[in-house]
């Protein structure tokens, strides 16, 4: 696969932009894998039964006895004044940690209601803080859904802990973004591998893993829905590293390359510690390529990673995109991205879900990307889809996942040619 | 405000959502943020609807709401209209959207459609999903159905079936079918698959059958006082409680209530010999109050199990649920707090949970085998085959469901025999569910212990010999013990009085 950068990119593609229904998550839905990433976290959402019931629902079943996240259900009283809200949530606080002694850090979580009704969370961390450090520390986010979409709450939530980290002059090279753990150590052991150290994951494991942050500090992201973070980090002083997302074998070599050249890697090296893995994810994409190649592609908006898996698909699987459609297109983040998707889909912003169905049933693609709102009803309509959320939930960076990346896009396809051949009359 | 893990309800929108999913030529537009749009996913995904719930979101956001959201409700709803051309349109709002007091109901109307736009009261911080459903259907009836005359035929609708509802669609089918038998055609069954048109037709109906009181008794009872239509009160599930249907039908219309019941199997299924093992075996039972009690009769007068609690999560329904408990001498349970369920579960200590999807995980936690009996629904309560639980199909279908997560006859002896077996002990499970059997000290750390009371000591060889006790039953039977020693003043516990405290507990 070549690195040359396409003819004609998508830099300068003009995006169409929609305003109407949006059939995307809230931003609450990033607990689902940030209480699992940190193992001493706590989430706790100020909100609703439509919160409790979104986490429920999201999470599929419930695999945990007593979740590292809950909600703290607003009820009448909250709201007529009748009960002091402050003092209502400090006793849940209270009796939450009281109950699990196990949690590091406690994340507020803000959510439409208690967004609408104002509910002051900064400062009720600020003084919870006070009340349980340093055992305890105390953040606050909102994950509403009229502030944020889906992995914006990722992004949220790692903005918030940024202002907090301890202050360094070392310099370090910081990878920001939760990653499943096996991802993670292969992303640590391919920069080990090129020499760059020392290494910090943002989020850590565990609270006392926290990176620290400074001017000496270079940080790169693992995942393309974090401009808030980083533009956190960069007031804390830290330089990022521009580069594409580690998807796919050409995404990881770029997004490796781009810390090879910040911290002066030798060609020799980036090539004896690529080299092998390199051509173990393109054969492993080739295997699924087969099956992608020249099938037309549309993807609904929901991650934020749309524009990075329409550059894998097209670039390495031979997909082409007919629409790429993002919750959020953050220019100056998805610029490497933009420059090497070969022009030709449609880009578009926002959502209203009724128009966009129109033009997907038009187009017809031979694979849809979508929520899991739409993708029944889209293939009893005799469409192929991926739901994306799978995308969120498997191990798909670096190398050694590219096939699985890939085989997530064929798989639908290579079902639909096998129950093809069954039921026949 | 109060912490919730796990809910046993949606919010009411979610009920509304399921009244309109289940109507055809109906659509909702709900007042809400972006994100609520989740809930179309327990639709297409948990039922495998083929299409997307008829439901419109104004997904407003927070640079709207210093704006005019009001004006995006219009919007929402002229769209809607234009688009998806319904009979009637439904209109509320999410939690979020009661917040800010749009007037969704006020707001449509003055769009003067040409259709009847029927506003929802849901209160979102005070009730719960089946509040919801049953108030948005009630809506409906109350703007739609007007007295008429009856049919010419013997008719009755049916009321409270949904989407997403705990085997909605098989047990529609199954009445269906059982009153075809008694010369009674359905009118029409609401709201699944129902029309508004046909909600307009629901006052023809000689009567009405209320399968579900959490979902269709507000319609029920309007539809008695509007169109003096009597309703069922008999839930058809379990044999007897079938024939007690069949016989309130019988009362209502004078029809005879004798039907062909070739097709029942489960009387002799529960008095064949291979079901021995079954009698008393102790079960603790929760979900909707509709479906505990009923499933309370089946396990005490039909499969012979005893029962050692019951609860459900509605309020709504708590007295009729209360009064069952009593009939069954056991302490009733009304909460929504699932931690409280599993601390009952635990202390009760069962050797079967008939609970929802929730009691299933408690129950894969405290070892105890679980069948599911009622909604909140899973994938797995979607099965591919006819699965009723309603008439006597229904009460086929639940004695095979409750009686296959049990360890079977011969096995339970074996296991009995050979207590200290390596391949049979007590922790290694039944041997027909295909699970790895665990390690006897992981199993145990599972088991709701009962600390020793500190005024009994237990000996050596009794703490042994109450290890080979079954440990479904090994938390009672040292509590049992150490009350019966106590009482004694025996301070420390032998083989011989864990003996004589299960002869002297023995009915």
């Known amino acids: 696969m070549s690195l040359d950068l396409p003819a004609l990119g998508c830099a300068t593609t003009p995006v169409l932009k929609e305003r109407g229904q949006r059939e995307v998550f809230c931003g609450l839905t990033g607990i689902i894998w940030l209480h699992r990433k940190m193992q001493d976290a706590f989430f706790l959402v100020v909100g609703s039964r439509t919160c409790a019931h979104l986490l429920q629902s999201a999470a599929g079943v419930m695999i945990f006895a007593e979740p590292r996240f809950g909600t703290a259900i607003l009820e009448e009283k909250d709201l007529a004044g009748l009960a002091d809200a402050n003092t209502e949530l400090d006793r849940e606080v209270g009796r939450l940690l009281a109950r699990r002694p196990d949690i590091r850090q406690l994340f507020l ?21 006070g009340a349980h450090a340093p055992h305890v520390r105390v953040y606050n986010y909102s994950g509403s859904g009229i502030e944020t979409t889906f992995t914006q709450g990722e992004d949220a939530c790692l903005a918030a802990m940024v202002p907090s980290l301890p202050a360094t002059d070392v310099a370090e090279l910081l ?152 919750p959020l297109l953050h220019r100056a983040l998805r610029a490497p ?49 991926k739901w994306a959320i799978e995308l969120v939930f498997t191990p798909v960076h ?25 039921g026949a009359a | 405000m109060k912490l919730t893990l796990w809910t046993y309800e949606g919010p009411p929108h979610v009920g509304a959502m399921r009244v309109a999913t289940a109507m055809k030529g109906l659509h909702l537009v709900l007042h809400a943020p972006q994100g609520d749009t989740y809930a179309d996913l327990l639709f297409t995904m948990i039922e495998r609807r083929d299409h997307r719930p008829p439901v419109t979101f104004t997904t407003f956001q927070a640079s709207d709401l210093g704006a005019d959201t009001a004006t995006l409700l219009k919007s929402a709803v002229a769209a809607a209209h234009d688009r998806f051309r319904p009979q ?45 459903a049953d108030e948005t259907f009630h809506a409906l009836v109350r703007a739609l159905a007007v007295p008429m005359p009856r049919t010419e035929a013997i008719t009755c609708n049916l009321l409270g079936a949904t989407a997403l509802g705990f085997r909605h669609r098989d047990d529609v089918a199954e009445i269906t079918r059982l009153l ?93 010999v291979d079901s021995t093992y079954l009698t008393g075996k102790r079960v603790f039972l929760f979900g909707d109050a509709t479906h505990v009690i009923a499933a309370a009769r089946i396990a005490a007068q039909e499969i012979g199990f005893e029962v050692v609690g019951m609860g459900c999560y509605n309020r709504e329904q708590a007295r009729a649920l209360r009064t069952a408990a009593q009939a069954h001498g056991v302490e009733p349970l009304v909460t929504d707090d699932y931690l409280e369920v599993e601390a009952a579960i635990a202390a009760a200590a069962p050797e079967l949970i008939l609970g929802t999807q929730m009691e299933r995980h408690i129950g894969k936690r405290l070892g105890i085998p679980c069948a599911v009996i009622s909604a909140p629904v899973h994938v797995q309560d979607f099965p591919a085959r006819y699965s009723p639980q309603m008439g006597f199909e229904g009460a086929n279908v639940i004695f095979d469901t409750w009686v296959h997560p049990l ?101």
């Open chain 1, 109 to 129: 979580v803000g959510s439409c209601p208690s967004e609408v009704i104002k509910l002051d969370l900064a400062r009720a961390a600020e003084r919870l803080n």
């Open chain 1, 175 to 326: 990878v920001v973004g939760a990653l499943p753990d096996v991802v993670e150590d292969q992303c640590l052991a391919l920069l080990a591998a090129l020499g760059v150290g020392p290494v910090r994951m943002l989020p850590a494991r565990r609270s006392h893993e926290m990176p620290a942050v400074g001017r000496n500090t270079r940080y790169i992201l693992a995942q393309p829905f974090l401009g808030d973070t980083a533009a956190a980090l960069d007031r804390r002083g830290a330089r990022r590293i521009a580069a594409p997302f580690p998807f796919g074998e050409e995404g990881t070599t770029l997004w490796l390359q781009a810390v090879a050249d910040a911290f002066g890697v030798m060609p020799a090296r980036f090539d004896a510690a690529t080299a092998a893995p390199r051509a173990r994810a393109r054969k492993a994409v080739a295997a699924h390529a087969a099956t992608l190649s020249g099938r037309s592609l549309f993807l609904f908006p929901d991650s934020q990673l749309e524009i990075p898996l329409a550059r894998f698909l097209a670039r390495e699987c031979g997909m082409r995109p007919l629409e790429g459609g993002t």
């Open chain 1, 337 to 385: 991205e933009l420059a090497l998707l070969p022009q030709g889909p449609v880009l578009s912003e926002g959502q209203d879900v009724d128009r966009q169905l129109d033009r997907h049933a038009a187009l017809s693609p031979d694979l849809t990307v979508c929520g899991l709102g739409l993708a029944n009803p889209l293939e009893a309509a005799g469409h192929a889809t």
């Open chain 1, 398 to 422: 670096f190398y050694e996942q590219a096939g699985d990346l890939a085989g997530l896009f064929s798989r639908p396809l290579r079902r639909r040619a096998l129950l093809a051949q069954g």
């Open chain 2, 88 to 132: 009637a349109l439904l209109v509320g709002a999410s939690c979020t959207a009661e917040l800010i007091q749009d007037d969704p109901g006020g707001l449509a109307r003055a769009l003067n459609l040409d259709v009847p736009v029927v506003p929802l009261e849901l209160p979102s911080y005070a009730r719960k999903e089946n509040f919801g």
């Open chain 2, 180 to 272: 075809a038998q008694m010369g009674v055609a359905v009118n029409v069954c609401a709201p699944l698959g129902a029309t508004p048109d046909d909600l307009r037709r629901l006052g023809q109906a000689h009567f009405n059958v209320l399968l579900y009181p959490e979902t269709g008794e507000g319609a029920a009872r309007y539809l008695e006082r509007a169109c003096g239509q009597p309703y069922t009160r008999t839930v058809p599930i379990g044999v007897g409680a079938t024939r007690d249907f069949l016989a309130e039908v019988a009362r209502i219309t004078g029809l005879s209530a004798a039907v062909d019941e070739t097709g029942l199997r489960q009387p002799w299924w529960s008095a064949s």
């Open chain 2, 407 to 507: 360890v079977m006859g011969l096995e339970e002896h074996l296991l009995t025999m050979f207590r200290e077996d390596f391949e049979f002990h007590d922790a290694a499970g039944p041997s027909h569910h295909g699970a790895k059997a665990v390690a006897r000290e992981e199993t145990e750390a599972a088991i709701p212990v009962v600390q020793p009371s500190g005024e009994v000591r237990w000996l050596p060889d009794a703490e042994r010999e109450l290890k080979k006790i079954p440990f479904f039953v090994r938390a009672k039977a040292r509590r049992n013990t150490e009350t019966f020693a106590a009482a004694r003043g025996v301070a420390a516990i032998s083989v011989e009085t864990l003996y004589e405290a299960k002869a002297h507990y023995a009915r």
